[in-house]
């Protein structure tokens, strides 16, 4: 997996809109403002890949990224109150009828915010992936903003509160500090082998 060659490929504002898989997928979910967009950008080393805002809600559609081996997929957030109903309502469709397809899922990226207990949201979002029995990790983000004890300390309380098994790889990143790359790119590659 060659992480220095990407192409943005397409956006889709209804799950119906989506082509049929035909590479292995490494989807990005998470909350809004989480920093899925961020991410992608620092995972690849490339600034304005992925459109990414300080106001949360600002992947509002189904983004597809092209590589050499795999297809990468930012999705909208979830969680973002200050948007309409309707909104909410669309971007619930997108995650939804994404995860709904049968598509080939790689590996799904679940996002988590280092600073804080995973939401009622993030719990739901894991919950789901462990039924479904697709394959995921967790990233932990925004590392920068606690020290390494603390990040280590809130790793170990995010897999208590999230019930994870040893099994589930936990990835500590930031996209300001440009850690964590190395770990997240051995387990994309690992996943798509
Ligand atoms: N300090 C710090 N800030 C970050 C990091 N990652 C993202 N951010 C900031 O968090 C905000 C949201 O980042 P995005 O990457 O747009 O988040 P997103 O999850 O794609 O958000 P939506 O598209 O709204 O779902 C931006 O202001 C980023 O600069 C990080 O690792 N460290
Ligand atoms: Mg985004």
Redesign the pocket.
Known sequence: MNFNKVEFERSFGTSAQLPASTLPEIA?A?????????????LFNRKGL???????????TINFFLTDKARFV????YG?AKVSKSERMRWAELIEGYFNQDRNFALVCS?VDIRHPASALDENMVSFLREAELPFLIVL?????LSKGKCLQQRAAIKRQLELGDDVPMVI?????KSGMDDLRREIAKSIQ
Do not use: E, W
């Open positions: 990005f998470g909350r809004s403002n989480v920093g899925k967009s961020s991410l992608l950008n620092t992925a459109k990414v805002s300080q106001t949360p809600g600002k992947t509002a930012d999705l909208p957030g973002y996002l983000t925004k590392g920068d903003k990143t930031s996209s300001l500090k």
